[in-house]
């Protein structure tokens, strides 16, 4: 059974920066991705970037692109995202989400259907 627990979130000023965290725990598969999501009240979630283990490949969506930088450490099973340049419309709960497969990954999707295992969120909030 996987286990995902984030950290990191917080109270931060537009332009400012954040690192989350995300340690996975039972993620005993041949190749698996770990991916953070977020979803604001009333809104649906949204993928926000994924990273194989494997091959390392990453992909970021467009609207964080150039200020957030994804992450893994393999030996410690914790992805990293690193938040710059924050936007009001950043804040969100993120949360990390994992999947595992039996054979190697060349893509990690930003699709959360894929994804079988999450954390309960970290709350980002951005101040103007």
């Known amino acids: 059974q996987v286990q995902v627990v984030e950290s990191g979130g917080g109270l931060v000023q537009a332009g400012g920066s954040l690192r989350l965290s995300c340690t996975a725990s039972g993620l005993t598969f041949d190749d698996d991705v770990m991916g953070w999501f977020r979803q604001a009240p009333g809104k649906e979630r949204e993928a926000v970037s994924c990273?194989?283990?494997?091959?390392?490949?990453?992909d970021y969506a467009d609207a964080v692109k150039g200020r957030f930088t994804i992450s893994r450490d393999i030996a410690k099973n914790t992805s990293y995202l690193e938040l710059n340049s924050l936007k009001a419309e950043d804040a969100d709960v993120y949360y990390c989400?994992?999947?595992?497969?039996?054979?190697?990954?060349?893509?990690?999707?930003?699709?959360?259907?894929?994804?079988?295992?999450w954390g309960k969120g970290t709350k980002v909030t951005v101040s103007s």
């Open positions: 989400e994992a999947f595992g497969t039996a054979w190697k990954l060349v893509d990690c999707p930003l699709t959360g259907a894929r994804y079988n295992s």
């Open positions: 990273m194989s283990r494997r091959v390392g490949k990453v």
